[in-house]
């Protein structure tokens, strides 16, 4: 199926069938991300227990995020 034929599907709906559509959507995708940040969570710490990471000042973690925003904001958007 394509994203436009999705759409025509969608937009054949009544109002309050379209609503409840989107607010499913929107919290399915929420979970979906909750579910990504978990797992890179436990890839990040899993690879720190492997010596793979090392400890870090805040500071040069903060530089560096904040160079990563101004190179490109729409990453973390």
Do not use: C, W
């Not at 909750?34 to 899993?46: C, F, I, N, Q, T």
């Not at 492997?50 to 925003?69: C, H, M, S, T, Y």
């Amino acid at each position: 199926m394509t994203l436009d034929l999705a759409i025509d599907t969608v937009m054949q709906l009544p109002s309050e069938q379209q609503e409840m559509l989107i607010e499913i959507i929107r919290q399915r995708h929420l979970e979906n991300r909750r579910h990504e940040m978990a797992r890179d969570a436990r890839d990040a710490l899993e690879a720190f227990h492997q010596g793979k990471l090392r400890p870090q000042p805040f500071a040069d973690i903060l530089a560096e995020l904040r160079q990563v925003l101004e190179e490109d904001p729409r990453e973390f958007s």
